[in-house]
């Protein structure tokens, strides 16, 4: 290396240094926009992504505001607005902020956002990279195939949380808040560069949650997508089973796995059986009417 390559080298550190220092300086709201753009591409990647992107899910509130933002995160996103299709400061910040982040939403919610753009020059759900949808209370879960299917027309989605709400106890069942949305899951589930997952929220009666109090970053929702797997002739033939045994049981025990435990079940199996293979069965009968009525209609 010659002197002048030596030179050029140590002028390009103190370059990427002062950069590096001015990102880590700058706060909003007294963001020197000018001087962001001549900087590389990268440079202000990093900066957009220190102010605009945090590891918890932000939630998107039926009036269009955000809630659960690290406090970084709301003083800075008022830089994700353009204003105009050459703001190219603004879309490389909406870029940012709705392509990094995960975001929650209430399913009666949904189609609004979908339909929402920022001064008619930016739609954010076409950023969207990872979403969870929520559903409940249990009493009213939500809606049908309609509000969910606005979800297909997302290009960007990758990971897709759909939360349901249910009683721990004596709770309604997937008949209840998975049955209305059935058609739009399946196809999502097919997709080939979507990931998708359902989960169940427990809650307790008296103390329902509305959508937005879902903590979707808790440990405690449970991961029933196993509910998509189609079950074989032997899983739908012990389902079947369980239901001739409920049916003839004339004791005092009310609940599936009570009954079956008693009647001389193993209780895994019964367990099994009642929680995981009998939904995964609805779900194919639910999928089969689905495509009757379809056929119908035609």
Request: net charge negative; charged share 20%.
């Amino acid at each position: 290396m010659n002197l002048s390559q030596s030179q050029q080298g140590c002028s390009q550190r103190q370059q990427f240094q002062s950069q590096q220092a001015f990102i880590q300086s700058y706060t909003p709201p007294t963001v020197d926009r000018q001087h962001l753009m001549t900087l590389p591409p990268a440079s202000r990647s990093a900066f957009f992504h220190n102010i605009l992107v945090q590891t918890t899910a932000i939630y998107i509130l039926p009036n269009g505001s955000f809630s659960k933002l690290q406090d970084w995160v709301a003083s800075s996103i008022h830089l994700t607005h353009p204003n105009s299709q050459k703001d190219t400061f603004a879309f490389e910040a909406a870029q940012t902020f709705y392509s990094l982040n995960e975001f929650a939403i209430s399913i009666t919610t949904l189609p609004r956002f979908i339909s929402w753009t920022i001064n008619n020059v930016l739609k954010p759900s076409l950023l969207i990279t990872r979403l969870a949808v929520l559903y409940g209370p249990p009493t009213n879960p939500g809606v049908g195939n309609e509000e969910l299917s606005g979800i297909l027309e997302l290009p960007s989605l990758r990971d897709l949380r759909l939360v349901f709400q249910d009683y721990e106890f004596k709770g309604f069942g997937p008949s209840h808040w998975l049955r209305p949305d059935i058609s739009v899951i399946s196809s999502l589930s097919s997709l080939p560069n979507l990931s998708l997952k359902l989960q169940r929220a427990n809650t307790s009666r008296g103390l329902d949650a509305v959508p937005d109090d879902i903590d979707v970053d808790r440990d405690e929702l449970k991961d029933v997508t196993v509910f998509l797997k189609e079950p074989t002739a032997e899983e739908e033939r012990m389902v079947w089973e369980m239901y001739r045994v409920v049916s003839e049981y004339a004791g005092p025990r009310a609940s599936f796995v009570g009954i079956l435990t008693e009647m001389g079940w193993n209780d895994r199996v019964a367990e099994h059986v009642v929680e995981e293979l009998s939904p995964r069965v609805g779900v194919k009968e639910w999928l089969a009417e689905e495509r009757d009525v379809e056929m119908g209609d035609g």
